[in-house]
């Protein structure tokens, strides 16, 4: 049962322009969603969260958003750059007590000059 | 670099054998997490310590175990090994149990089982 979905396995886009990655959860009792970027052979880093009590977070080129009603998250990468290419994956938990995080099964985001 | 520290890179083995996974936190974290990415999945959460005690177990095998010690490293055990065993494992660390500690992940151990 994947709790946390990413749909799409890939998305190609041209620098400067944004990028939008995607992620569906089933679970309502998930409150902490988080995204993570990974480069090839190194672990998957932190990026942005966001608490169910918000639906928009904001940091520097990345914004978080929240539509609980819809169970969807989505990371706006504005400007993408060619080092933003790398796989993103989102990731949700609930927040309380200890943090076992569910990962979606990501997406690669390949931004091109 | 996150400041998480796994040994060894790259791990080769036969099926049936036994192998051990070394995990070292930051600096100040207490808590220790586990995870496993097979082939294009997720990572799947293991098990979680803190401070030396088992906190939270997701989907981790009976075969698998893990411990962490008093100098806060913890060590992944995994015996009679599968193909399907084959996979890179994550280990994390965060300063506290959970809320909304960040976790800061070490770059992997890339396990094949022949």
């Known amino acids: 049962d994947q709790q946390v979905k990413q749909n799409s396995p890939s998305l190609s886009v041209q620098e400067g322009r944004i990028s939008i990655l995607n992620c569906d959860y089933t679970?309502?009792?998930?409150?902490?969603f988080l995204w993570y970027k990974k480069y090839p052979a190194e672990g998957p880093t932190f990026l942005i969260s966001?608490?169910?009590?918000?639906d928009k977070n904001e940091d520097g080129r990345f914004t978080v958003f929240l539509n609980k009603s819809a169970k969807h998250l989505s990371l706006h990468i504005v400007p993408s750059q060619p080092g933003d290419s790398a796989v993103y994956f989102c990731a949700a938990s609930r927040g309380t007590g200890f943090q076992k995080l569910v990962f979606g099964t990501g997406t690669r985001l390949l931004v091109s000059p | 670099d996150s400041g998480v520290t796994q040994t060894p890179k790259h791990l080769i083995t036969a099926t049936g054998q036994r192998v051990t996974l070394r995990c070292s936190p930051r600096?100040?974290?207490?808590?220790v997490y586990w995870y496993q990415q097979s082939l294009d999945q997720g990572l799947q959460f293991l098990i979680q310590y803190y401070n030396g005690e088992e906190r939270a177990k997701g989907n981790i095998l009976e075969r698998f175990s893990a411990q962490q010690f008093p100098d806060l490293h913890s060590e992944l055990n995994l015996s009679s090994l599968e193909l399907g065993d084959s996979a890179l494992y994550f280990c994390?660390?965060?300063?506290?149990?959970?809320?909304?500690?960040?976790?800061?992940f070490g770059p992997g151990t890339r396990l094949t089982v022949l």
């Open positions: 600096s100040g974290d207490l808590s």
């Open positions: 994390a660390s965060s300063v506290d149990v959970g809320g909304t500690d960040t976790q800061y």
């Open positions: 679970n309502s009792m998930f409150d902490y």
């Open positions: 966001i608490s169910s009590i918000k």
